[in-house]
């Protein structure tokens, strides 16, 4: 039988969850998606976690990963991105065990997305560094090294030209600020290059829901690293967190 487990994913608009063949990395249930709750306030996102979890309609024996937009420390997130700043400092993982009656594994949004795909994805079986970048909301980051993921790499963050670059480069601000593909590809151009220049990846995964249109961004961009499209998409995060949840419980 296959060894099943819960992802959960939550954004600063959504969150969403499945059920998650973590041998193949495969869905097995429809994805439950929900609005995040204005405000972002931990005790709402919990709800909303809850509910989700209960429609998946899952018994006490499969592991469950969560997955968040912060840095994840014992547990606690150390920073907010795109929720409330209530978060910082919070001892999240208590929460979601205290409202769900079970533990859980717990990790930042971005390192789940880029170990789905080093698992399961675009990644799979490259050598040497891998970046992962989810554009939307904001930038995350995720740094696999020879198939090991490096956590809580928050490169979306890196200040160029005195801003923090996630505000110029992500999906959202793209969106804000009408941008054409052409000129979103600058952006993006500047931030990848710094990136390189630091760290000198083999490849980039570029992942979100916007990958889904990669052919109009991703081909403007002149990088000596390899840029890629995610294969597992929007599901990157669920089935990286269901993953992680399953091989801590090994």
Sequence with gaps: ???????????????????????????????????????????????????????????????????????????????????????????????????????????????????AEQQFGAAKGVDGLVIMT????????????????????????????????ETKASYAAKERDDLSWKHWAKRLQKYYSHLEAYLSPELFVVGGGISKQHEEFLPLLDLQAKIIPATLRNNAGIIGAAKLAADSKE
């Design 1 to 115: 039988m296959a060894q099943l487990a819960v992802g959960v994913d939550i954004g600063g608009t959504g969150i969403k969850g499945a059920i998650v063949d973590v041998e193949s990395g495969a869905l097995t249930s429809d994805r439950i998606k929900k609005a995040t709750p204005e405000g972002g306030k931990p005790d709402d996102i919990a709800e909303v976690v809850v509910e989700i979890i209960n429609e998946l309609g899952m018994t006490n024996d499969e592991p469950i990963g969560i997955c968040f937009p912060a840095v994840v420390k014992d547990g606690r997130t150390m920073s907010a991105a795109n929720v409330s700043k209530k978060w910082i400092g919070f001892p999240a993982e208590d929460l979601f065990e205290k409202r769900l009656g079970r533990q859980i594994h717990f990790v930042n949004d971005a390192d789940a997305a880029g170990f």
């Design 134 to 165: 989810t554009l939307g909301t904001g930038i995350g980051t995720a740094l696999i090294n020879d198939g090991v993921l490096i956590v809580n790499a928050e490169l979306g963050h890196i200040e160029i030209d005195g801003v923090d670059y």
